[in-house]
């Protein structure tokens, strides 16, 4: 406990510390120079979920080959089916006593519960991510990327690329005009088209669907800005009730008449795919683009938003406590954030998925802003307006409300 | 003599130790866990509330006793229907006849599939968007294929029920048509000569004797079902639940205090497995014996 005391005020000091003097350092190191001297030769070990052929194509190539050109750093790349296993592997490692250097994960992609996981065990190196030079184009003012599911990030894990939540519909089956712009809107639709919608259901591995129900409490209580910061249980018990009451008033209406809803995002993807539902979510800034490009939606399938209210997140990079090569991790978390690889992951001809995980705004040379302008302008017709899902964006809130909400809503609309 | 003794403590010691170590070091952990006792995240202190959380607590306590009964419910009906198929399979197969090699081949046939595999083939072949939903809404037998009855991911376990038939009915039949095999004839032919009938032969001839070997393996897939996971995560719903679905949840949950109450179920659902097990083998030896 005492530890824990004096861990959290190192931290909170050191965070203070890191906005007056940007130039500060991680752990263990002195300078960034002496990072580049203990990386030089080393290996990198990157756990990441390895789902996504063109995923891993991108890191092998965009990343794999620099580390090794510019910083001689090898790439070992291990794919994961899911990045629990990664947690559950530190997690394993700390049991058995490997501490030091003696660890096997220099890296993590990570964000949400699995961070929580970890830096609640307190088996994350760290705070490093405002060590990095690339630091200074995060927006590290911004809470949504300061937390992570509304638990504090306090730079143990610095950000890779991110994600807004709205939806998806078949062109070939809806148009686009006809789409619902805030839950208002839905609810009409949904009595409009009965049996055409569902949602993922709050819950672990559908923290979606949390979102989905999260956001209906922003609209119904006329805004997000009150939600942010400390949890608010008076806040929460006010509007709570209503929620579920609109939620209950939906369920004759929807697939299966609210018997039962998907548990993940596989799941809704293949009632949506298969016909069974009309709508389905995508976190993507090209929207519909790479779900229909891996095949898993037909490839009519369009992206849409409401016009609030859509809550945007960030993933991350993290590096375990017993990492065996903290130097090629803290190159490798830099790398990733140089403008111009930021601007290739964006761009839909590289194949990854993911948006900016750093504030395009902060990037000032020329080539770096050339590379992001030609992203931006190549999303796809997959993808929604961008104005719209930026005027949208709001971020997530504090991590309470989310357990709140997935067993609230276990008790007063699954089990009603 | 001594050197006899030897051999066979000498060749039983290896699969003792891979016993020992894997099965009671796996569920000793469990049990440590399930008291809340997690050195990782800090936690010495050993207790029941894990075990009282997932029994009686208002948040846990619901989803329990439903997925308990949906437990119960599909290992009972599943075990028994598939033991009944495989059973009259075996009867009408074993005689000898043209097609049997096939018939043998066809039954034998998805033994070594995956239940994965099986579960999967399950979602293609009956949901609401399935194959046969699609053949009945283009043959006009129903409007839509929305309108097909709901057989997969169905909150009474009908889904996970049929996959477990489709799948163990095969295990029974390989092991009553090695059984009937080894029968022969001769005891039925000389039930006939003393003048019983096609029933009284089948009650009190074929059923007796294979009946050990049946109870033996309902036992194996009984315990099999009641405790597996990748089916009924693929077929259930998300309520009522069944309870290895739900100890996974509890151990994927990112908060590591869950974990106990994950340990907790799951030695919950081992002790149940074993108490039945027991009931169940003594019931039978008494049948048997008496019979």
Request: glycine share 8%; with cysteine.
């Amino acid at each position: 406990m005492k530890f824990k005391i004096k861990f959290i005020t190192l931290a909170i000091i050191s965070l203070f510390f890191s906005k007056l003097v940007s130039a500060e350092t991680a752990p263990g190191f002195g300078s960034w120079d002496d990072v580049l001297k203990a990386a030089d030769g080393g290996q990198v070990n990157v756990y990441m979920w390895g789902g996504s052929d063109a995923i891993n194509g991108f890191v092998d190539d965009f990343y794999g080959v620099p580390l090794k050109e510019k910083y001689n750093i090898t790439l070992n790349r291990v794919p994961l089916a899911g990045t629990v296993d990664a947690v559950n592997q530190v997690l394993s490692e700390k049991e058995a006593g490997v501490t030091g250097d003696n660890g096997n994960i220099d890296l993590i992609w990570i964000n949400g519960e699995n961070f929580w996981t970890l830096k609640q065990a307190q088996l994350l190196y760290g705070p490093f991510a405002a060590g990095l030079p690339n630091s200074k184009f995060v927006a590290w003012d911004n809470p949504a990327v300061n937390l992570d599911f509304g638990r504090p990030v306090d730079g143990m894990e610095s950000p890779w690329s991110s994600a807004q939540f709205h939806f998806m519909y078949d062109s070939a089956r809806n148009n686009y005009d006809d789409m619902p712009r805030s839950y208002a809107e839905l609810s009409d639709w949904i009595a409009a088209n009965p049996g055409r919608f569902t949602y993922i259901r709050p819950g672990k591995g559908g923290f979606v669907g949390t979102r989905f129900v999260k956001q209906i409490f922003f609209e119904l209580s006329g805004g997000q800005e009150q939600w942010v910061g400390p949890f608010n249980q008076e806040l929460y018990d006010k509007w709570a009730p209503k929620v579920w009451e609109l939620l209950n008033s939906w369920e004759k209406d929807l697939w299966r008449s609210g018997e039962t809803y998907p548990k993940d995002n596989a799941e809704m993807h293949s009632l949506f795919a298969n016909g069974e539902v009309d709508l389905d979510f995508t976190q993507s800034p090209r929207g519909a683009g790479p779900t229909n490009t891996a095949g898993t939606t037909p490839p009519t399938s369009r992206a849409f938003a409401f016009y609030d209210n859509m809550i945007g997140d960030f993933n991350y990079w993290a590096i375990p406590y017993n990492a065996p090569n903290k130097a090629a991790a803290l190159v490798y978390a830099n790398l990733v954030l140089e403008p111009e690889l930021q601007a290739a992951q964006v761009q839909p001809a590289n194949g990854f998925c993911c948006g900016w995980g750093i504030s395009t705004a902060k990037v000032t040379d020329a080539a770096g802003k050339a590379a992001i302008n030609d992203a931006q302008n190549n999303l796809g017709d997959a993808a929604e307006d961008q104005n719209i899902l930026a005027k949208a964006l709001v971020s997530d809130i504090a991590a309470e409300y989310q357990d709140l909400i997935e067993a609230d809503w276990e008790a007063n609309v699954l089990l009603k | 003599m001594g050197g006899e003794r030897l051999k066979i403590i000498l060749s039983l010691t290896p699969p003792l130790l891979i016993i020992i170590t894997l099965f009671f070091g796996g569920i000793l952990y469990g049990l440590l866990q399930s008291l809340g006792y997690q050195p990782a995240i800090g936690k010495y202190d050993i207790n029941f509330s894990a075990y009282y959380n997932v029994l009686f607590s208002e948040r846990y306590a619901r989803m329990f006793w439903t997925g308990l009964g949906l437990n119960l419910w599909v290992s009972f009906a599943s075990t028994f229907l598939a033991a009944v198929f495989a059973l009259f399979a075996a009867l009408a197969i074993r005689k000898t006849f043209f097609a049997k090699t096939i018939c043998n081949f066809i039954y034998s046939l998805n033994l070594p599939m995956p239940h994965l595999v099986v579960a999967v083939g399950m979602i293609f072949v009956f949901s609401q968007s399935g194959l046969l939903a699609r053949f009945a809404s283009q043959l006009g037998f129903i409007n839509s294929p929305g309108e097909f009855p709901v057989l997969v991911r169905d909150k009474y376990g009908f889904g996970i029920i049929l996959a477990y038939i489709w799948k163990e009915a095969a295990f029974f039949f390989i092991i009553l048509m090695s059984v009937l095999q080894s029968l022969g004839e001769n005891f039925e032919e000389l039930a006939q000569s003393l003048g019983a009938n096609k029933w009284q032969r089948f009650r009190y001839v074929i059923l007796p004797l294979v009946m050990p070997n049946l109870f033996s393996a309902s036992i194996i897939v009984f315990a099999f079902s009641f405790g597996a996971y990748e089916v009924p995560a693929l077929l259930g719903v998300i309520y009522p639940q069944m309870l290895p679905v739900m100890a996974f949840e509890f151990f994927l949950n990112p908060d590591l205090n869950a974990r106990s109450e994950g340990m907790a179920l799951s030695i919950i659902i081992a002790l149940i497995v074993m108490v039945l097990v027991i009931i169940y083998f003594w019931l039978t030896q008494a049948k048997i014996r008496k019979d």
